[in-house]
């Protein structure tokens, strides 16, 4: 099969097109016929250093979500799941690939009237968006500044947040990520790349911090007492590392993601049946072919991509995509 190396640490151009061992199901596996891999940043950080949350070392074949069909079940799996659609995730490695592994019990199917692509996009970054959602507790009328708004994660907050009856303040960098923000339903946009953007934004009740660094620590500013800031990223390189002592001093409270198992599926779930439904959409902003994934990674790191950015392996069938 087709597939991308990682044989060493280091920039996008460590990503490789070759050739593979086609994979086989173990017990409780099933093989994908991959037709998009999912790319998140934090896969193009692990690639740079080797430093995040695989524990896989060169050389592999890297990618941890894949949508497409079975195209083969292990032992004890119900074959019955043999050319149905699903996404899933491979457990840190194998993505990238016309033929990835995964574990049978974390399979999700398709729904109805959602294109497989769509699919894919929402499986990392979805859920993620839902479970920041649910640990935030949002309430009618809350203040909301979203991080990288334009992001795969930051376009499904503003949606999920205003859905929730929230009015979203949508912090990016460049016109064009805040018009996709405005687009997707925030009340106000601010340009995080600019000095003092954070008065700008005004008084906020929640903070979702996915950068980290400065532009985290100046979010933290604009909480009123009994806000809340949940941190779940840090693509400035850092995170925002905001002291207890101070947070408790302004009356804000810390939070974080507790992503048990039951959560992520229902999270995940959630999503997939919210934009079956028409009420959620994630928004593709770059597509490139399996053999490109050294361009994607680097469209990823200059910051130029909008929403997600897939790896389109192989012709669909499916004429949703």
């Known amino acids: 099969m087709r597939a991308v190396w990682l044989r060493e640490f280091g920039g996008p151009e460590v990503l490789v097109a070759g050739a593979a061992p086609d994979p086989v199901p173990g017990p409780g596996q099933v093989l994908v016929a991959v037709a998009h891999a999912n790319i998140t940043f934090v896969e193009t950080q692990f690639r740079a250093s080797g430093r995040g949350p695989f524990a896989v070392e060169p050389p592999f074949v890297p990618g941890n979500g894949v949508g497409g069909t079975v195209a083969a079940v292990g032992e004890g799996v119900d074959p019955a799941l043999l050319g149905r659609r699903v996404v899933a995730s491979t457990g840190g490695?194998?993505?990238?690939?016309?033929?990835?592994?995964?574990?049978?019990?974390?399979?999700?199917?398709?729904?109805?009237?959602?294109?497989?692509?769509?699919a894919v996009a929402l499986l990392a970054d979805g859920r993620t968006a839902a479970l920041l959602v649910g640990e935030a507790a949002l309430r009618p009328g809350d203040?909301?500044?979203?991080?990288?708004?334009?992001?795969?994660?930051g376009t499904l907050l503003v949606q999920l947040a205003t859905a929730a009856g929230a009015t979203v303040t949508a912090a990016a960098g460049g016109e064009a990520k805040l018009r996709l923000a405005r687009e997707l339903g925030a009340a106000r946009t601010?340009?995080?790349?600019?000095?003092?953007?954070?008065?700008?934004?005004g008084p906020q009740d929640v903070v979702l911090d996915g950068v980290g660094g400065a532009v985290g620590r100046a979010a933290f500013t604009t909480l009123v007492p009994g806000g809340r800031m949940l941190t779940y990223g840090l693509s400035s390189g850092s995170w925002a590392a905001i002291p207890e002592a101070e947070a408790a001093a302004r009356g804000v409270a810390l939070l974080g993601l507790r992503p048990t198992p039951e959560r992520i599926r229902a999270a995940t779930g959630h999503v997939l049946a919210e934009a079956a439904a028409g009420r959620l959409r994630p928004?593709?902003?770059?597509?490139?072919?399996?053999?490109?994934?050294?361009?994607?990674?680097?469209?990823?790191?200059s910051r130029a991509t909008l929403g997600k950015t897939l790896l389109d392996v192989a012709p669909t069938a499916d004429p949703r995509g």
């Open 143 to 153: 203040r909301v500044l979203v991080e990288a708004a334009a992001g795969g994660v």
């Open 190 to 201: 601010v340009d995080y790349t600019r000095t003092g953007w954070e008065a700008e934004a």
């Open 93 to 118: 490695s194998g993505g990238y690939a016309e033929l990835a592994l995964a574990a049978a019990d974390g399979l999700f199917e398709v729904p109805d009237g959602l294109a497989t692509d769509a």
């Open 283 to 301: 928004v593709i902003g770059r597509r490139f072919p399996l053999e490109r994934a050294a361009e994607a990674h680097a469209a990823i790191e």
